[in-house]
């Protein structure tokens, strides 16, 4: 490992947080170059400080600790991300003997500057206690391949020599900065002090002494373990050897829904039965399903985190799977079966005395599926993600102990102690799940007004989703306005007239986030023109579009829902003209009609699995200027000329025409798509108008 410390860096830095004073501005510095690191901290993970001076609200320069504030990314972090708060106050508990979590949080919070500020670190009174100017704290993989073993003392010894303290297993809080700070005294001229199983702490005067000792302990750590495991590769490799790397895409696209369906919990709500889903995320790198098909991997999936602070993001243990189990609905339900059996227990005896009667959910976070890789799997894409990246870093960091010697992680009891904290469950946040939690939807014809009001529903309701259109442009262009959902959304361009391309949209939608929930075809086209001039193959093409693409989604989405067994809603797009045809549209109207009997005829024929099909019966919705309606674009002109009105006078004749004299905008068919997809009323077969209130198009 190098050091990423650059002079120019450094001063722009300085220039940058001027305001914030230089201390500050180079915390700033490295702890972001701690944070990039992804070897030495991982999303959120770790924490760093300076002690500094801030004016308080009388002008008087006090003495402060900048420490990084929960909620905070060291890779990103800002000055707001280290909150002040004042040092005598905390260096004053020093003298406690025992100190409750509460109180510590208290004296923390009543200490800080400004009120408003994130809760500190829970290793803030370590910070304060240690006498440096800056503190630095990481949970480097080479440390812990090194400390997660039976006899962490004799690889610490030879790797560091004297040149650190090593303290064993203490849980964070008050009795780790007091044996630390302990330690410290006892060896006044250590350079950093190990944590078994949990990682490291540097410090010096200067930002740069304190970041570069973090550095070269760490570079040290994994010399001496390339030194051990020799020319061997850092992850186990076994046999049988892993499936090769293009058909790890296709197995997943056949377990993942499997995996996703015996995942999903039922509970019951106040209006019946539901299901908790969740999104998966995979990653099939080769090291990683070499390791999948090592075996040792079973038994190793079977420990806990290589750090503690891991096990709200993923639990203490992975679950195995063969890949057989994988693909077999019966057998995977089986195997979370006994894995929740597995969890209970542990809660039992080492968590509820902790936290009677608030089991966290108790099914896998992290899969590792035989010779594949891993999947992740969470309520958001973004948990899933994290939890991902953490499980790649375990996986590694645990196949190199092995490689040690013997990979030994902390207890159950340990572990328990942490997961069930207080003070780490706050680090998730207590933000309520939104409507659409875990479930993933498929919209087509998403570059269109109508397609960007559904995703933006589904999106805003918490729903990942797959946006698909035939035009990749306007589809990037349409997207681009839900960039800070970037986490929950990916597109896909597919032409639904080819059997083929609605196959491998649907096995995106699965290898990208786990399978499928709700779907919307909702792609369509329109062709203006009298029946006595219509021209066969004008009338087969909207036919084909509009009807034959419906019916290969609906088949597409049957195989999946059918292979989770978890239900499913499918929202098809009928049209006014289903029940009030008008003149000149034929062709739009029979293809509409064909799309409304498909979708009752699936709703016969899928309520055996679970889902529920139903249709939404819109008109007169213009869009906006960035993504205005294709079939208005199309028929606008004739109908003004028809009318002689200008584009704002249309808009306006169709207010008026309709009963609640309203305009249909496209997010209020979103909602419509988001009421079948909240799936609050056990309906199937309908049809939901959304246009306004139009007499002669009520469903009949
Ligand atoms: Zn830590």
Redesign the pocket.
Same mark, same amino acid.
């Given at each position: 490992m190098l050091s990423r410390w650059n002079d120019e860096e450094a001063r722009d830095y300085c220039r940058r947080y001027a305001a914030h004073g230089e201390l500050l501005a180079l915390r700033v510095y490295t702890s972001r170059l701690i944070g990039r690191e992804d070897t030495l901290v991982l999303h959120g993970?770790?924490?760093t400080s300076v002690k500094t001076k801030c004016k308080d609200v009388l002008g008087n320069l006090v003495p402060v600790l900048c420490v990084k504030g929960s909620g905070s990314d060291l890779a990103e972090v800002e000055p707001a991300g280290l909150p002040a708060v004042r040092l005598q106050p905390l260096q004053d508990l020093r003298t406690l003997e025992l100190l409750s979590d509460a109180d510590m949080q208290n004296a923390v919070r009543g200490a800080l500057l400004d009120s408003r500020a994130p809760n500190p670190s829970v290793?803030t009174l370590l910070h304060a206690f240690l006498p440096h100017t800056f503190v630095d704290?990481? &949970?480097a993989d080479a440390v812990l391949a090194l400390t997660d073993q039976p006899d962490p003392e004799a690889h610490v010894r030879e790797v560091f020599r004297d040149d650190v303290v090593l303290l064993p297993w203490i849980m964070?809080g008050f009795p780790l900065a007091k044996a630390v700070l302990a330690a410290f005294e006892r060896a006044p001229r250590c350079r950093g002090i190990v944590?078994a199983k &949990?990682?490291l702490f540097t410090f010096g005067d200067a930002a740069r002494e304190s970041y570069e000792r973090t550095i070269e302990l760490v570079d040290r750590a994994e010399h001496y373990i390339s030194r051990r495991i020799g020319g061997r590769p850092a992850m186990l490799c076994g046999e049988p050897a892993p499936l090769p790397a293009a058909e790890r895409r296709v197995f997943l696209q056949r377990a993942l829904p499997v995996l996703r369906g015996a995942v999903a919990v039922a509970i019951e709500t106040p209006v019946g039965p539901a299901w908790q889903r969740v999104v998966a995320e995979a990653r099939t790198a080769d090291d990683l399903a070499a390791f999948a098909s090592h075996g040792q991997a079973r038994a190793l999936c079977a420990t806990n985190p290589i750090?503690?602070?891991h096990v709200i993001r993923t639990k203490g243990r992975y679950l195995f799977l063969s890949r057989e189990a994988a693909l077999d609905p019966g057998l995977c339900r089986c195997e979370v079966a006994n894995y929740v059996a597995g969890y209970r227990h542990y809660y039992e005896t080492c968590a509820q005395h902790l936290a009677p009667g608030s089991m966290l959910r108790p099914t896998p976070n992290v899969v590792v599926v035989e010779g594949v890789g891993l999947v992740a799997l969470h309520g958001s894409r973004k948990a899933a993600g994290i939890a991902a990246d953490i499980a790649e870093h375990t996986l590694r960091v645990k196949a190199q102990a092995h490689a040690l010697g013997k990979f030994e992680p902390l207890s159950d009891a340990a572990l328990a102690q942490m997961e069930y904290w207080p003070l780490e469950l706050e680090k998730l946040g207590s933000v309520k799940e939104p409507l659409l939690h875990g479930q993933i939807a498929l919209v087509t014809g998403a570059a269109g007004a109508i397609g960007c009001g559904i995703v933006e529903a589904l999106l805003e309701h918490g729903a990942c989703v797959l946006a698909s259109d035939i035009d990749g442009e306007r589809l990037d262009v349409a997207m681009r306005r839900f960039a800070r959902h970037r986490s929950q959304f990916a597109t896909s361009v597919a032409d639904l007239r080819d059997p083929r391309a609605v196959a491998t949209l649907f096995a995106e939608c699965v290898t990208t986030f786990g399978g499928v929930d709700c779907v919307v075809p909702n792609a369509g086209i329109a062709d203006v023109g009298r029946v006595e001039d219509m021209h066969p193959a004008r009338f087969a093409r909207v036919l084909e579009v509009n009807a034959t693409g419906t019916m290969l989604v609906l088949q597409e989405a049957a195989q999946v829902m059918r292979a989770q067994g978890t239900g499913g809603s499918i929202v098809v797009q009928a049209s006014k003209n289903v029940f009030a045809p008008g003149e000149g549209f034929g062709a739009y109207s029979a293809s509409k009609a064909a799309v409304l009997q498909l979708a009752r005829v699936a709703a016969l024929e899928f309520a055996e699995f679970g889902v529920r099909c139903n249709a939404i019966n819109a008109d007169a919705v213009f869009g906006d200027d960035d993504v205005p309606s294709q079939l208005w674009q199309q028929v606008g002109a004739e109908r003004m000329r028809a009318r002689g009105l200008d584009a704002a006078g249309l808009r306006e004749h169709y207010r008026q025409r309709s009963l609640l004299k309203t305009e249909v905008l496209p997010r209020h068919v979103g909602e419509a798509v988001v009421f079948f997809a909240s799936m609050r009323t056990p309906t199937t077969g309908a049809v939901l108008p959304v246009d306004g209130g139009l007499p002669e198009a009520f469903p009949r």
């Amino acid at each position: 490992m190098l050091s990423r410390w650059n002079d120019e860096e450094a001063r722009d830095y300085c220039r940058r947080y001027a305001a914030h004073g230089e201390l500050l501005a180079l915390r700033v510095y490295t702890s972001r170059l701690i944070g990039r690191e992804d070897t030495l901290v991982l999303h959120g993970g770790g924490n760093t400080s300076v002690k500094t001076k801030c004016k308080d609200v009388l002008g008087n320069l006090v003495p402060v600790l900048c420490v990084k504030g929960s909620g905070s990314d060291l890779a990103e972090v800002e000055p707001a991300g280290l909150p002040a708060v004042r040092l005598q106050p905390l260096q004053d508990l020093r003298t406690l003997e025992l100190l409750s979590d509460a109180d510590m949080q208290n004296a923390v919070r009543g200490a800080l500057l400004d009120s408003r500020a994130p809760n500190p670190s829970v290793e803030t009174l370590l910070h304060a206690f240690l006498p440096h100017t800056f503190v630095d704290h990481t &949970h480097a993989d080479a440390v812990l391949a090194l400390t997660d073993q039976p006899d962490p003392e004799a690889h610490v010894r030879e790797v560091f020599r004297d040149d650190v303290v090593l303290l064993p297993w203490i849980m964070p809080g008050f009795p780790l900065a007091k044996a630390v700070l302990a330690a410290f005294e006892r060896a006044p001229r250590c350079r950093g002090i190990v944590l078994a199983k &949990h990682g490291l702490f540097t410090f010096g005067d200067a930002a740069r002494e304190s970041y570069e000792r973090t550095i070269e302990l760490v570079d040290r750590a994994e010399h001496y373990i390339s030194r051990r495991i020799g020319g061997r590769p850092a992850m186990l490799c076994g046999e049988p050897a892993p499936l090769p790397a293009a058909e790890r895409r296709v197995f997943l696209q056949r377990a993942l829904p499997v995996l996703r369906g015996a995942v999903a919990v039922a509970i019951e709500t106040p209006v019946g039965p539901a299901w908790q889903r969740v999104v998966a995320e995979a990653r099939t790198a080769d090291d990683l399903a070499a390791f999948a098909s090592h075996g040792q991997a079973r038994a190793l999936c079977a420990t806990n985190p290589i750090t503690p602070d891991h096990v709200i993001r993923t639990k203490g243990r992975y679950l195995f799977l063969s890949r057989e189990a994988a693909l077999d609905p019966g057998l995977c339900r089986c195997e979370v079966a006994n894995y929740v059996a597995g969890y209970r227990h542990y809660y039992e005896t080492c968590a509820q005395h902790l936290a009677p009667g608030s089991m966290l959910r108790p099914t896998p976070n992290v899969v590792v599926v035989e010779g594949v890789g891993l999947v992740a799997l969470h309520g958001s894409r973004k948990a899933a993600g994290i939890a991902a990246d953490i499980a790649e870093h375990t996986l590694r960091v645990k196949a190199q102990a092995h490689a040690l010697g013997k990979f030994e992680p902390l207890s159950d009891a340990a572990l328990a102690q942490m997961e069930y904290w207080p003070l780490e469950l706050e680090k998730l946040g207590s933000v309520k799940e939104p409507l659409l939690h875990g479930q993933i939807a498929l919209v087509t014809g998403a570059a269109g007004a109508i397609g960007c009001g559904i995703v933006e529903a589904l999106l805003e309701h918490g729903a990942c989703v797959l946006a698909s259109d035939i035009d990749g442009e306007r589809l990037d262009v349409a997207m681009r306005r839900f960039a800070r959902h970037r986490s929950q959304f990916a597109t896909s361009v597919a032409d639904l007239r080819d059997p083929r391309a609605v196959a491998t949209l649907f096995a995106e939608c699965v290898t990208t986030f786990g399978g499928v929930d709700c779907v919307v075809p909702n792609a369509g086209i329109a062709d203006v023109g009298r029946v006595e001039d219509m021209h066969p193959a004008r009338f087969a093409r909207v036919l084909e579009v509009n009807a034959t693409g419906t019916m290969l989604v609906l088949q597409e989405a049957a195989q999946v829902m059918r292979a989770q067994g978890t239900g499913g809603s499918i929202v098809v797009q009928a049209s006014k003209n289903v029940f009030a045809p008008g003149e000149g549209f034929g062709a739009y109207s029979a293809s509409k009609a064909a799309v409304l009997q498909l979708a009752r005829v699936a709703a016969l024929e899928f309520a055996e699995f679970g889902v529920r099909c139903n249709a939404i019966n819109a008109d007169a919705v213009f869009g906006d200027d960035d993504v205005p309606s294709q079939l208005w674009q199309q028929v606008g002109a004739e109908r003004m000329r028809a009318r002689g009105l200008d584009a704002a006078g249309l808009r306006e004749h169709y207010r008026q025409r309709s009963l609640l004299k309203t305009e249909v905008l496209p997010r209020h068919v979103g909602e419509a798509v988001v009421f079948f997809a909240s799936m609050r009323t056990p309906t199937t077969g309908a049809v939901l108008p959304v246009d306004g209130g139009l007499p002669e198009a009520f469903p009949r």
